[in-house]
Antibody, heavy 117, light 110 residues
Framework: EVQLVESGGGSVQPGGSLRLSCAAS????????IHWVRQAPGQGLVWVSR????????YYVDSVKGRFTISRDNAKNTLYLQMNSLRVEDTAVYYC??????????WGQGTLVTVSS | QSALTQPPSVSGSPGQSVTISCTGT?????????VSWYQQPPGTAPKLLIY???NRPSGVPDRFSGSKSGNTASLTISGLQAEDEADYYC??????????FGGGTKLTVL
């Protein structure tokens, strides 16, 4: 069974940093692009970033470029999102999701990040 | 990088059909057959319903179908059931090698 489990969320002040993790199991982790998607309270889904199976290629939504860094450790079957210079508008539930055939076929349960003074 | 355009809400009675539209541009929906659809009941993670415009993953009922014409993709739910009440999102791959979601549509089963 495919499983994705996020962790690392919490409360942080504006300008602070957090690192999210996504532990994967049940599939060949290094064979898939993996994504971060966020959802602000009461709002819609927003695609944030993705990383290739071998970790060499990454893409970001404009609003997080230069502040967030996606990475993965295939030996640990774990995806990361380093978030720096956090803003109030980064407050959201962050999901990791596996890409398959240009769809996101497996999702974690999400981890809440709250940026507030 | 604005969101794809979806109607905020749709509704239908049990047994009826509803269609949710998803309008993008020539930089996303219009260029690629890489549109997917997701169902998200309150308080839960999204679930993949349709990938690459009109393909259903195993386990998704054939009441859910997808299509595309030009810059607009559509999700049709036939034989509406009470359990279909949820938020629905479309997503598309873009010419910038990124992805984009729609703003979401709340489906109410009357």
């Amino acid at each position: 069974e495919v499983q994705l489990v996020e962790s690392g969320g919490g409360s942080v002040q504006p300008g602070g940093s957090l690192r999210l993790s996504c532990a994967a199991s049940g599939f060949n982790f290094n064979g898939n692009w993996i994504h971060w998607v966020r959802q602000a309270p009461g709002q819609g889904l927003v695609w944030v970033s993705r990383i290739s199976g071998d970790g060499t290629t990454t893409y970001y939504v404009d609003s997080v470029k230069g502040r967030f860094t996606i990475s993965r450790d295939n030996a640990k079957n774990t995806l990361y999102l380093q978030m720096n210079s956090l803003r109030v508008e980064d407050t959201a539930v962050y999901y990791c999701a596996r890409q398959s055939n240009y769809g996101f076929d497996s999702w974690g349960q999400g981890t809440l990040v709250t940026v507030s003074s | 990088q604005s969101a794809l355009t979806q109607p905020p809400s749709v509704s239908g009675s049990p047994g009826q059909s509803v269609t949710i539209s998803c309008t993008g541009t020539s930089s996303d929906v219009g260029t690629y057959n890489r549109v997917s659809w997701y169902q998200q009941p309150p308080g839960t993670a999204p679930k993949l319903l349709i990938y690459e415009v009109d393909n259903r993953p195993s386990g998704v009922p054939d009441r859910f179908s997808g299509s595309k014409s030009g810059n607009t993709a559509s999700l049709t739910i036939s034989g509406l059931q009470a359990e279909d009440e949820a938020d629905y999102y479309c997503s598309s791959y873009t010419t910038s090698n990124t992805f984009r979601f729609g703003g979401g549509t709340k489906l109410t089963v009357l």
